[in-house]
């Protein structure tokens, strides 16, 4: 494989002439790391330990899918084939910016991102859940409705500061930090840190 790899770098490099010397060694050496990074890549990819991560990235991910249809949120194309979980918030009537903000505040990562029918990128209702994180830490689909409810909690208390400040975000925000709801924020982020500890990130045991 190396030896097909640096061949087509060579091949690469052949379409450089009239460069000087300087940018012609500098392009050789980053592609030469470039196809020397595709082809380490390509070799991981090809073992049969990579491919059982992969299918329990999805595993997981068709498993938290699951689990969220099953507390009535709404995932976009009705489920998942790959790593990548999209809930549509709008029927809940809470926005992604509230929902990513919230989760955020108890220690789970994730992005809001648009969905079919939002009207502006800057204002949206989904919210983008990625496995390959919880896979790495050897998350398994049975464990997976545990962390679901732990979403769950996190964004009815959303909608519960919600109905406190009234839908405009910047209210929201005010709403918040508010000494009642911080509370409630600290004891739900306390669990989920409980519960990860349970799944330490390899080569490191402390968290």
């Known amino acids: 494989m190396w030896?097909?790899?640096f061949s087509c770098v060579s091949l690469f490099n052949s379409e450089c002439i009239?460069?000087?010397?300087?940018?012609?060694?500098?392009?050789s050496v980053f592609s030469n790391l470039k196809f020397s990074g595709i082809a380490a890549a390509m070799e991981k990819a090809?073992?049969?330990?990579?491919?059982k991560y992969q299918e329990n990235v999805i595993a997981n991910a068709q498993a938290l899918a699951s689990n969220l249809q099953d507390?009535?949120?709404k995932i976009v194309t009705?489920?998942?084939?790959n790593h990548?979980?999209?809930?549509?918030?709008?029927?809940?009537k809470l926005s992604g910016s509230k929902a990513e903000r919230i989760l955020e505040?108890?220690?789970?990562s994730v992005n809001k991102n648009t969905v079919p029918g939002d009207k502006s990128a800057m204002n949206p209702s989904g919210i983008r859940f990625g496995t390959p994180p919880l896979t790495t830490r050897n998350v398994k689909p049975n464990q997976m409705p545990i962390v679901v409810e732990f979403i769950h909690q996190a964004w009815n208390l959303a909608l519960e500061i919600q109905m406190a400040s009234g839908p405009k975000l910047a209210d929201w925000k005010k709403e918040l930090v508010k000494?009642?709801?911080t509370a409630k924020i600290t004891d739900l982020k306390n669990k989920v840190e409980k519960f990860a500890l349970q799944f330490p990130l390899p080569g490191h045991d402390d968290i």
Do not use: A, Q, R
Not at 84 to 92: E, F, G, N, P, Y
């Open 18 to 27: 009239g460069k000087d010397k300087t940018s012609l060694h500098k392009d």
């Open 3 to 5: 030896k097909i790899i």
């Open 71 to 73: 507390l009535g949120y």
């Open 78 to 81: 009705g489920g998942t084939d």
């Open 46 to 51: 090809s073992t049969p330990t990579f491919k």
């Open 84 to 92: 990548i979980v999209l809930v549509d918030l709008s029927t809940k």
């Open 179 to 181: 000494p009642e709801n």
């Open 105 to 108: 505040e108890v220690g789970i």
